[in-house]
């Protein structure tokens, strides 16, 4: 640069003392507010007013990182998902942790993304993926990714079994009407079926096999399902365990399933998406027996790990397959021996996505950090405190439990007089689990269990205490009580609507009628 010649503009900031002290103070809060977390309450749904600030105009000039901040502060902060509090256990998520938050900037700041490059996060997530094939107990041909989650992990894996036990040509030659069917229990996860749908085969490819009275996979139907299908010119490729149903946390005898395939000569994909993390648990790893003897396991690492999100890994056992599965040679991305491009591992070859975060980071900081016995420590809390909730329950005169483990999932609903009729019951559940969210005291969420509305509580949360699950029932049995005094008001006026030919539709209604698991069916009924 010449002397005098004035700096072209950047991002950066002008001043950066400023900088530091505004990053100061937004550290100092976030610190508070991660110490808060224990009695924060749960969710708070935004106003028509909560939410004008959306809406205003692309900003043609900016008014600072300041004045960003404080729109931040007063627009956005306020109203989190809650899924960081102590009483979050709605769908399947997890709580994020507080080295988690650091790690995350951490992240942000070494921004090297994991693409085709050679870089030490490169080693990161290698790392990451060769701590969770050991503790999974996966071959060392294993080959893996870290993906955006367990959809993303549950579409790599079904690729592969389309490319293994289908055909190699359809890489390039595409699906031509293939008639290649894949089998999962019908708790299996929508994901599934979706994953069939964007590979060209159609979600119809995914036969749903009815389960047991334990919401497992059902073998003898599933042996009946496939001898029917070949009979009718259908080729079944694979097979999908669940280590742990969204719905009710149903784990598939997976040790059976990885005999069957292996007879059957299908792909044995896991999805475990929530229960995987079982197996840091000596106490409960043996739930999981059979894990280790999938062709290909998919989970999540921002559900029962705790992880900030987004994070989910595919592990193949046969890693060539992997590889086989998806990498392109092209110009741009091949890898020069001895500069930037000659990675140990090039991620594009392992998945749909080329550019991608470095996502192993903040589990590989964790893992530093806490050790592996402390996930399992936290997955034995977990799976404590849920058995603690499900005594709670059948203490009560007024809950009934419907359906509780293995993994820390409990359903139950709120029974009170047993006056009310089924569908009134149904009505007041949805409307309990709601009022429960509106007012701040927990996030459980809605699910239906042959045709009985309930609360499902999904406890993946490292955040919890035994009180807050007093919290919740104590809650349940309070506005059941209230809701059930004013079912019979509401039954009286619904009457009156429907005499009058106006019988209005809950905007709520499609939403309702939606599993916790995404599927849309006609009714309550699940199975
Ligand atoms: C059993 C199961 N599989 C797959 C998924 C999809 O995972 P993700 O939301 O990370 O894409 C979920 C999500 O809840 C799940 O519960």
Redesign the pocket.
């Known amino acids: 640069m010449k002397h005098g010649d004035a700096l072209e503009p950047t991002l950066d900031p002008a001043d950066w003392d400023d900088f530091r002290e505004l990053a100061r103070e937004m550290m100092d809060t976030t610190v508070d507010d991660l110490k808060g977390l224990p009695t924060r309450r749960a969710w708070r749904p935004l106003s028509d007013e909560d939410k004008s600030p959306f809406a205003t105009p692309l900003p043609r000039e900016g008014r600072g990182l300041r004045a960003a901040y404080q729109d931040f502060l007063k627009f956005v902060k306020p109203f989190p998902f809650g899924q960081f509090t102590p009483r979050f256990w709605g769908?399947?998520?997890g709580t994020g942790t507080s080295d988690g938050v650091l790690a995350s900037l951490l992240n942000a700041a070494f921004h090297s993304p994991n693409i085709i490059h050679h870089h030490a996060g490169t080693w990161v997530d290698r790392q990451v993926l060769d701590w969770l094939r050991e503790a999974l107990a996966f071959p060392k041909t294993t080959k893996g990714n870290l993906?955006?989650?367990?959809?993303?992990?549950?579409f790599i894996a079904l690729a592969v079994a389309r490319h293994v036990k289908g055909s190699k040509s359809v890489r390039s030659r595409g699906v031509r009407g293939k008639k290649w069917v894949v089998y999962g229990s019908t708790a299996?996860?929508?994901?599934?079926p979706k994953a069939l749908d964007m590979l060209g085969l159609g979600s119809d490819a995914f036969r749903a096999v009815p389960v047991t009275e334990r919401f497992e996979i059902n073998l003898a139907s599933l042996e009946k399902a496939i001898a029917r299908d070949r009979k009718r010119g259908l080729k079944p490729i694979g097979v999908v365990g669940?280590?742990?149903?969204?719905g009710t946390g149903a784990i598939d005898p997976l040790d059976a399933l990885a005999d069957f395939a292996g007879e059957e000569k299908l792909w044995f994909h896991v999805?475990?998406?929530?229960?995987a993390t079982a197996v840091f648990s000596g106490r409960h790893r043996g739930l999981l027996k059979g894990i280790e003897r999938a062709d290909s396991l998919?989970?999540?690492l921002?559900?029962w790990f705790s992880q900030p999100y987004?994070v989910?890994c595919i592990l193949v056992a046969d890693g060539r397959a992997l590889d086989d599965a998806f990498s392109y040679q092209t110009a741009y991305t091949s890898p020069v021996p001895d500069s930037l491009t000659d990675s140990p591992i090039v991620f594009a070859n392992r998945g749909p996505e080329l550019s991608r975060a470095l996502r192993g980071l903040p589990f590989w900081i964790s893992m530093k950090t806490h050790g592996a016995a402390k996930f399992g420590q936290m997955v034995d809390k977990n799976m404590t405190q849920s058995r603690f909730l499900e005594g709670l329950v059948k203490d009560s005169p007024n809950l009934e439990l419907l359906v509780s483990g293995p993994l820390p999932i409990v359903n139950f609903r709120y029974r009170g007089s047993r006056r009310l009729s089924e569908k009134a019951l149904n009505q007041l559940n949805e409307s309990l689990v709601s009022e429960i969210q509106k007012r701040g005291i927990a996030i459980p969420s809605f699910y239906a269990i042959g045709g009985k509305s309930c609360v499902r509580v999904c406890n993946l949360n490292q955040r919890s205490q035994r009180s807050d699950f007093e919290a919740l029932v104590q809650a349940c049995e309070q506005l059941g009580v209230e809701l059930e005094a004013r079912a019979g008001d509401k039954a009286v006026q619904h009457v009156k609507i429907c005499r009058g030919g106006t019988t209005r539709r809950h905007p709520d209604d499609r939403k309702r009628r939606n599993h916790?698991?995404?599927r849309l069916t006609p009714s309550h009924d699940t199975y």
């Open positions: 769908w399947a998520g993906t955006s989650g367990g959809s993303l992990a549950n299996t996860h929508y994901s599934i669940n280590a742990g149903t969204v999805d475990g998406a929530i229960g998919a989970f999540d921002h559900k987004d989910g916790s698991d995404g």
